[in-house]
């Protein structure tokens, strides 16, 4: 049994949130909030509301025992970029890439 979670449109790169989320696969829930608690990156607080969301989908919906939890899953994949303009010399202009991610987390019970 498994319960996930998904957060859509997060305005971070895929790759920074993808940082983050190397560090808490495959670890208890309980640690992976701890880690991500003490984590000075801006994707940290995106992860753990969804990995809350999932343990509280586990525990809600599928009768999941919240202290067995441990995230079997966690992927940041790439969603749409927004593209800018900025104004620069001589008339010009450069583009910017306003880049967003959609993190996605499953999370399953331990068998022990």
């Known amino acids: 049994m498994e319960a996930k979670a998904t957060a859509k449109y997060v305005h971070i790169s ?3 949130a ?3 989320c190397d560090l ?9 909030l701890a880690i991500l608690k003490f984590t000075s990156r801006y994707a ?11 343990a509280a989908n586990a525990e809600n919906n599928h009768e999941m025992d919240a202290d067995k939890l441990y995230i079997a899953h966690i ?5 749409p970029t927004m593209k800018r303009f900025m104004p620069r010399a001589q008339g ?3 583009e910017i890439r306003k880049r967003t991610s959609h993190i996605e987390v499953i999370v399953k019970e331990r068998e022990n």
């Open 24 to 32: 808490v696969r495959g670890k208890d829930v309980n640690e992976a």
């Open 14 to 16: 895929a790759r920074k």
């Open 75 to 79: 992927v940041a994949n790439q969603g």
């Open 44 to 54: 940290s607080e995106a992860i753990s509301k969804v990995i809350k969301s999932a």
């Open 18 to 20: 993808g940082q983050v």
């Open 92 to 94: 010009r202009a450069t």
